[in-house]
């Protein structure tokens, strides 16, 4: 009886948990990816920015506030 006691608290305790990590996307005209941005958890302030070439070619990738 103790054991199904202590299961059910086990599974209650880890059905609490939610995610608190948000990220946001941004897209330009051409519905390119430009911009990432996350907020919460261990990646909070982390944010990419995507350029492209004349041919929609993805060429450059800079993340800022990467965590150390």
């Not at 608290?9 to 051409?30: G, P, W």
Request: aromatic share 8%.
């Amino acid at each position: 009886m103790k054991f199904f006691v202590a299961l059910g608290i086990a599974a209650l305790a880890a059905s609490a948990v939610q995610a608190a990590e948000t990220i946001t996307y941004n897209y330009d005209a051409k519905g390119r990816l430009v911009r990432v941005e996350h907020s919460g958890s261990v990646n909070n302030g982390v944010k990419s920015t995507h350029t492209y070439d004349k041919a929609d070619n993805r060429k450059r990738v800079q993340v800022t506030g990467a965590p150390s």
